[in-house]
T-cell receptor, first 114, second 115 residues
Framework: ETGVTQTPRHLVMGMTNKKSLKCEQH?????MYWYKQSAKKPLELMFV???????ENNSVPSRFSPECPNSSHLFLHLHTLQPEDSALYLC?????????????FGNGTRLTVT | GENVEQHPSTLSVQEGDSAVIKCTYS??????FPWYKQELGKGPQLIID?????GEKKDQRIAVTLNKTAKHFSLHITETQPEDSAVYFC??????????????FGTGTKLQVIP
């Protein structure tokens, strides 16, 4: 059991659907991240929230919309996705401090867009 | 932009042998180098890390080395066991304004330990 919980673990959706991914961290951290993991590619940072404020948006298409209602919860809202968006979506958290705070990852949501 | 190169992409070793994974980074401002292990169906889990003011760190069967001048760092696993089989990621990280971590990951090494 990790300190970062992601639901659902698997999601299949059509291109016209709207769905949401949920992440909850129980570590008392105050920075949360969404990463996309595709085969044979490095982990891609999508969004970062630090102290509940979005601080990074890495040129992610608008069909992905993040939400961070508090420091323990993070959502990724999905709509009109494309098949190439199929991937493992990982949530992570860390402590906002000086340097050297490691990321703690959840087990991811495996997304398939049909 | 920042880049981390990781080699090899796949590695097979006999149980009991050693495994070495090497990484090179480009961002001189990186000062923290974590290593993650990802097992099938799970997210990456931190296994060891090293800070820029340290050249080597060891934790039981795993060790990391860092050469800041050459921008190289490596993971060494000794006396490998079947449960070491997984994908390993290196990363180079620095803190940024806003307090979060700017982390650049390598492309991963799939390690297979043959019993």
């Amino acid at each position: 059991e990790t300190g970062v919980t992601q639901t659902p673990r698997h999601l299949v959706m059509g291109m016209t659907n709207k769905k949401s991914l949920k992440c909850e961290q129980h570590l008392g951290h105050n920075a949360m991240y969404w990463y996309k993991q595709s085969a044979k590619k490095p982990l891609e940072l999508m969004f970062v929230y630090s102290l509940e404020e979005r601080v990074e948006n890495n040129s992610v298409p608008s069909r992905f919309s993040p939400e961070c209602p508090n420091s323990s919860h993070l959502f990724l809202h999905l709509h009109t996705l494309q098949p190439e968006d199929s991937a493992l979506y990982l949530c992570a958290s860390s402590q906002v401090q000086g340097d050297n705070s490691p990321l703690h990852f959840g087990n991811g949501t495996r997304l398939t867009v049909t | 932009g920042e880049n981390v190169e990781q080699h090899p992409s796949t590695l097979s070793v006999q149980e009991g042998d050693s495994a070495v994974i090497k990484c090179t980074y480009s961002d001189s401002a990186s000062n923290y180098f974590p290593w993650y292990k990802q097992e099938l169906g799970k997210g990456p889990q931190l296994i060891i890390d090293i800070r820029s003011n340290v050249g080597e760190k060891k934790d039981q069967r795993i060790a990391v080395t860092l050469n800041k001048t050459a921008k190289h760092f490596s993971l060494h696993i000794t006396e490998t066991q079947p449960e070491d089989s997984a994908v390993y990621f290196c990363a180079a990280s620095r803190g940024v304004s806003g307090g979060y971590q700017k982390v650049t990951f390598g492309t991963g090494t799939k390690l297979q330990v043959i019993p």
